[in-house]
């Protein structure tokens, strides 16, 4: 059974037309991350949420937005995008804050196309 | 800013075949972690090395952790098909005010041809 779920898996939205994408998760667990990895780049983390309390990356853009209205669902809103934000966005959540021996579960990703 | 470099970034070779990846750093992480991804899917956790010098055996694949915890390898005996993916190694360290981050680098592209 999936752990975590995102929705949609592909996503085609206009240039400077708000969207978000949507992540929930069925292992109950304190910590949800938002990463963005574009082509051949290594995932980079933009945002998480321990429980309710947010933690922005000092270089993500304010373009970006997160929500997590429960334990369960996470949501990244991009406010405006830019033909520069098409990306895999992936959602991944941990039982606590990593440390030594915290695993990271993945979800499937929703692919951003910008038009 | 911890870096993390991957190499190859690119692999072809046949299946039967034994390879090695390697992932590089000047930092020092707590533990290490090697992810498996498949195109339009999500990384998946293959494994966790946290000592230095540690070797970890999944069947045919073997992780090993640098002494210093700057570096690791991923060792692929007899590759199959199945193994074609992108292989992923994610660094954690100490960031400060109790605070741990977690570096991916950009991964090698394994392809295994039959």
């Known amino acids: 059974d999936a752990m975590v779920i995102q929705n949609p898996r592909y996503q085609v939205t206009q240039f400077g037309k708000p969207v978000t994408l949507s992540c929930s998760q069925t292992l109950n667990h304190n910590v949800m991350y938002w990463y963005q990895q574009k082509s051949s780049q290594a995932p980079k983390l933009l945002f998480h949420y321990y429980d309710k309390d947010f933690n922005n990356e000092a270089d993500t853009p304010d373009n970006f937005q997160s929500r997590r209205p429960n334990t369960s669902f996470c949501f990244l809103d991009i406010r405006s995008p830019g033909l520069g934000d098409a990306a895999m966005y992936l959602c991944?959540?941990?039982?606590?804050?990593?440390?030594?021996?915290?695993?990271?579960?993945f979800g499937p990703g929703t692919r951003l196309l910008v038009l | 800013t911890q870096l993390l470099e991957q190499s190859p970034q690119f692999l072809s070779i046949q299946e039967g075949e034994n390879l090695t990846v390697y992932c590089n750093s000047s930092s020092v992480f707590s533990s290490l972690q090697w992810y498996r991804q498949e195109p339009g899917e999500g990384p998946v956790l293959l494994v966790t090395v946290v000592t230095g010098g540690e070797v970890k055996k999944l069947k045919r694949l073997t992780f090993q952790f640098g002494d210093a915890r700057k570096d690791s390898s991923l060792h692929i005996t007899a590759a199959q098909t199945g193994d074609t993916g992108l292989y992923l190694c994610?660094?954690?360290?100490?960031?400060?005010?109790?605070?741990?981050?977690?570096?991916f680098g950009k991964g090698t592209k394994l392809s295994v041809i039959p």
């Open positions: 991944a959540t941990s039982r606590d804050l990593p440390t030594s021996g915290e695993t990271q579960y």
């Open positions: 994610a660094g954690l360290s100490y960031s400060g005010a109790g605070s741990y981050q977690l570096t």
